[in-house]
């Protein structure tokens, strides 16, 4: 079974706070992704990271960072956390697609943040 | 698309009754469809997928039709139970996207007791 863990369920952070949100997937998956999901806005996609050391913008990078220094391992920062940013993160990994098969991505619980 | 949330679509469904959820896509160069089932507090689950060179493929209770002439998908849950209350969304992937899924917003499905 594929197993995507993160590190909290709920966190509360002030304002201009850096927040750091971490992803463990135990699958030795390539991808990583990190999304936010808002009520009425469905599943936006923050970032994501198809190899160790390696990122690419989603839609909504703006007030995000992330490393990957680890295959198993992907971080998500605010680096000064604003209340528009209280939302459920959820991080997701996958196998790349390969002789025409697709990704299927497998996601973590969810780290739910409010900003205040 | 369909709202998620306080404008989300619910369909409510009796308790042992069989339950289908509909999602439109509009890229017809998707090839690759997913759905997920998000309770309450938690993360998507995967649910089941279908490849765009089929238009039918059945799990364990629940069953995937694609109808890509009306680019349409569509979740049937037989004897819909309790634990079947969640979210439903469908994902679709297309080269076109550089791989990348797109989610739909989701249906709340309710069973009533």
Redesign the interface.
Known sequence: DVK?TQSSRYLVKRTGEKVFLECVQDMDHENMFWYR???????R?IY?SYDVKMKEK?DIPEGYSVSREKKERFSLILESASTNQTSMY?C?SSFP?SGGA?????????T?LLVL | ?E??????PTLSVQEGDNSIINCAYSNSAS??F?W?KQES??????II?I?SNMDKRQGQRVTVLLNKTVKHLSLQIAATQPGDSAVY?C?E?SLVRD???I????TRLHILP
Request: hydrophobic letters at 30%.
């Open positions: 995507v999901q808002d009520p009425g806005l469905g599943l996609l994501f989603g959820l997701a697609p697709r990704e299927t991505q497998y996601f973590g619980p969810g739910r | 698309g709202s998620v949330g306080l404008h989300l090839d690759y997913i997920y507090g938690k993360g998507p689950q995967f997928d490849r969304f994902a992937n791989d990348k899924i989610f739909g917003k989701g």
